[in-house]
Nanobody, 121 residues
């Protein structure tokens, strides 16, 4: 059984930096597309960053140049480096990954549990 476990976000000051991690556990064979999304209070979930299986990345306009998505395939871990934090970055952040397992090599979409990030002075 595959799970994505997200690190704790927490309270951060504006202009600070934070790195979220998302680790896949279980019988992971391969991870293809990965992504991070956010949901602000009263809003729908929005895509923040994505890393496609072809190696291309994409970011929401609001975070481009400040956030960086990365991965460590050996550790089955996905990262979101968040720099120059702004109050409007306050949201619950979710990671997701397309994961194939040893039991089923076809990648399926898995989501982390979500972590609250609050940016405030």
């Amino acid at each position: 059984h595959v799970q994505l476990v997200t690190s704790v976000g927490g309270l951060w000051q504006p202009e600070g930096s934070l790195r979220l991690t998302c680790a896949a556990s279980g019988r992971v064979l391969r991870i293809t597309d990965i992504g991070w999304s956010s949901r602000r209070p009263g809003n729908q979930r929005e895509l923040v960053a994505t890393w496609r299986s072809d190696g291309s990345t994409d970011y929401a306009d609001s975070v481009r140049g400040r956030f960086t998505i990365s991965r460590d395939n050996a550790k089955n871990t996905v990262y979101l480096q968040m720099n120059n934090l702004k109050p409007e970055d306050t949201a619950v952040y979710y990671c997701n990954a397309h994961i194939g397992t040893y039991e089923d090599a076809t990648p399926h979409d898995y989501w982390g549990q979500g972590t609250q990030v609050t940016v405030s002075s």
